[in-house]
């Protein structure tokens, strides 16, 4: 029986992860389960899966939480502090880090240094603090298992591999603006850039998704995850997206993991390793007719991938300024305050603007997340009539 934490329960992972978890009974106990906003969902699956203790994050919902939760012994908690004392409990044998954004790094840390093994959905936490973070899982020898599903793919390919990876291949499904003019991006909407066609995610996921973003994200990730160079991460639009990446070894052979779009089985896999359980999710016919294929992203009508591994290049601070300005630049995108091709731009000016740090600690993470926050808005502000929302 695992006992099991989840960061951001009622999020689409934390969501699908508990569909997991419901599915084996069995195997997983759910310890902790924590919000941000959605107190009544929150309420919802700790009675029905009878945590320890819920967290609340914003605490202007604490009292409905705990009033509603009274009744069945429920411990019930609220605001940042309380994840980060929470998740060094010893009733806790996994934490699934699923918060959104850069407020996954200290909760993982935390957790990290209490050497919890992590499933980790946030991959804002290696794209912002990579060395510190795998620093400190490798000192306190705790497991790191990536729960996106390219990742994930990745992380499959390579079990029982002993063999030197020449490179890694992440796919992108390219998002619902893969054959989008640069015209017709100027002028797409939120509720266009929200239709994913393969995934469904969350809205910021699927901004990012939109703005291949998040597939830039992905590539400082990996660099993290697998001990790679840049020139070792290779990205492919693949719309179909069956294949969710693949590994290229140094004598030439490639390995792909393949299967239906479906988050809960890369979830599945993360709590289960090293072994895999049965599971009742969709599964792909061969016997129907599949077309696959493959295609170089366009880095000119997306920029956002080229900025990304940019700032990997030059390392130090430079990813954490990078998911800053995106965060507020999506969430202006989302409130109509921007148009959708002013995200890159907003990003690219605050990485020109921001002081260069080589050797990051985890304060000044925080001061460069909180600084480049500001100086985003401020850059926003200053082009709003350039950047209007269409």
Do not use: C
């Given at each position: 029986m695992k006992r099991i934490a989840i960061l951001g329960s009622t999020g689409s992972i934390g969501t699908q992860a508990l569909d997991v978890i419901r599915e084996h009974p069995e195997l997983f106990r759910v310890e902790l389960?924590?919000?941000?906003?959605?107190?009544?969902?929150?309420?919802?699956?700790?009675?029905?899966?009878?945590?320890?203790?819920?967290?609340?994050?914003?605490?202007?919902?604490?009292?409905?939480?705990?009033?509603?939760?009274?009744?069945?012994?429920?411990?019930?908690?609220?605001?940042?502090?309380a994840i980060l004392e929470s998740v060094v409990s010893s009733e806790i044998d996994m934490v699934l880090t699923a918060m959104v954004g850069f407020a996954g790094l200290e909760p993982t840390l935390k957790a990290i240094e209490a050497g919890k093994a992590i499933a980790l959905a946030n991959k804002e936490t290696l794209v912002v603090a990579g060395e510190l973070v795998t620093s400190a899982a490798i000192q306190n020898k705790v497991p790191i298992i990536p729960v996106d599903s390219e990742h994930s793919a990745i992380f499959q390919c390579l079990v029982g591999e002993r063999s030197p990876i020449e490179k890694v291949i992440l796919t992108a499904s390219g998002g619902p603006f893969r054959n989008h003019t640069l015209e017709q991006l100027e002028h797409v909407t939120k509720t266009d850039a929200l239709n994913h066609p393969n995934w469904c995610m969350g809205q910021k996921i699927t901004i990012d998704s939109a703005s291949l973003m998040n597939k830039g994200l992905e590539v400082i990730e990996a660099k993290w995850l697998f001990g790679l160079t840049p020139?070792?991460?290779?990205?492919?639009?693949?719309?179909?997206?069956?294949?969710?990446?693949?590994?290229?070894?140094?004598?030439?052979?490639?390995?792909?993991?393949?299967?239906?779009?479906?988050?809960?089985?890369?979830?599945?896999?993360?709590?289960?390793?090293?072994?895999?359980?049965?599971?009742?999710?969709?599964?792909?016919?061969?016997?129907?007719?599949?077309?696959?294929?493959?295609?170089?992203p366009d880095t000119n009508r997306f920029p956002n991938l080229a900025l990304a591994i940019e700032s990997l290049k030059s390392g130090g601070n430079m990813p954490c300024v990078l998911n800053a300005a995106n965060e507020v630049a999506v969430e202006a995108f989302l409130k109509e305050q921007i148009g959708f091709m002013a995200i890159p731009e907003v990003v690219e000016s605050a990485l020109k603007s921001m002081p260069f740090i080589n050797h990051p600690t985890l304060a000044d993470y925080l001061l460069t997340d909180s600084e480049t926050r500001i100086k985003s808005v401020e850059i926003i502000n200053q082009h709003h009539l350039k950047w209007k929302y269409s």
């Open positions: 389960l924590t919000a941000q906003n959605s107190w009544e969902l929150l309420v919802r699956q700790a009675i029905e899966f009878q945590p320890n203790a819920v967290i609340i994050a914003n605490k202007s919902h604490y009292s409905k939480v705990k009033e509603a939760l009274e009744p069945h012994q429920i411990k019930v908690y609220t605001g940042k502090q020139e070792q991460i290779e990205v492919v639009i693949h719309p179909q997206s069956i294949i969710h990446s693949m590994v290229q070894f140094v004598d030439g052979s490639i390995k792909a993991q393949m299967g239906l779009p479906d988050m809960k089985l890369p979830i599945q896999f993360a709590f289960t390793f090293p072994h895999r359980a049965p599971s009742s999710f969709p599964r792909l016919d061969f016997s129907l007719s599949h077309t696959l294929t493959f295609e170089k």
